[in-house]
């Protein structure tokens, strides 16, 4: 293994943490990035403390990664293998999530992802609370399918990584009681992608919005909140935050 990839595996063993504490800062200090709150609902220290216990399983990702490395997966490493290789983990993980994600939610799997749906309103430590078996399936089925692909057409170790990445920054986002993106973000690019409102919706509501980066998953087969786009321009247009749980805005 190169100091490069140990480093690599380092920043995904800790990320989620410096992003939960770069958030938590935030919310303490009450910087004027969380002005746009979506649930006028306090969070206790109750469940910061639940869901920082929780984190203990984070570096899971960068354990598992490492033994698929260890046992010879991933072996290119050309640029345009990268790109080629984060786009197709891109694709597999919106599909892997969405599936996994919405089995959770059948009551025979559901002790899995129970943990994480402890916390109604997100906190800045609710995007590293997850049970140890919701991590462990997650990464395998990310995993297992991307290293059978990888006995066909090699794979880019930092590729696959670097989805890593991205989605311990993307999802500390998903996952704060306020949001972040501008007032017109659904008149274009959130059309396509997801927004912190979107997945505070999931949590509240507890079911609905399963998508993880984008939307087109919910849309196809209808499980997108229809009151989602009046409710995101009511917190990051209007700065109306919700009083309720249940709330809705048709
Ligand atoms: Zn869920
Ligand atoms: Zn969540």
């Not at 929780?54 to 490493?77: K, Q």
């Not at 920054?169 to 959130?190: Q, T």
């Amino acid at each position: 293994m190169t100091t490069n990839a140990i480093i690599m595996l380092l920043v995904i063993a800790t990320l989620g943490h410096v992003m939960a504490g770069i958030w938590y800062m935030a919310f303490r200090n009450k910087w004027s990035i969380c002005d746009r709150k979506i649930y006028n609902i306090e969070i206790s220290d109750k469940q910061l403390a639940r869901e920082l216990k929780n984190s203990i399983h984070t570096p899971l990702h960068a354990v598992i990664l490492a033994a698929f490395l260890y046992a010879g997966c991933f072996p290119d490493r050309e640029v345009t293998g990268f790109f080629i290789t984060i786009a197709i983990a891109f694709v597999w993980a919106e599909i892997w999530h969405y599936a996994s994600h919405r089995a959770m939610h059948l009551k025979s799997l559901h002790w899995i992802h129970v943990e994480h749906h402890k916390s109604h309103v997100n906190s800045p430590f609710t995007a590293i609370s997850f049970s140890f078996t919701e991590k462990l399936v997650f990464d395998l089925g990310y995993l297992i399918v991307l290293a059978l692909l990888d006995l066909v057409f090699p794979l880019n170790f930092y590729g696959v990584a670097g989805w890593y990445v991205g989605y311990l920054i993307v999802n500390s986002f998903s996952h704060a009681n306020f949001e972040l993106r501008p007032g017109d973000y659904n008149s274009m690019l959130g059309k396509v992608l997801t927004s912190t409102t979107y997945h505070s919706l999931h949590h509240s509501r507890y079911t609905g919005n399963y998508g993880l980066a984008t939307r087109a998953l919910d849309q196809i087969f209808a499980t997108e909140w229809t009151d989602y786009e009046k409710l995101y321009r009511r917190v990051a247009s209007e700065h109306r935050p919700l009083d309720k749980l249940r709330e809705k805005v048709e």
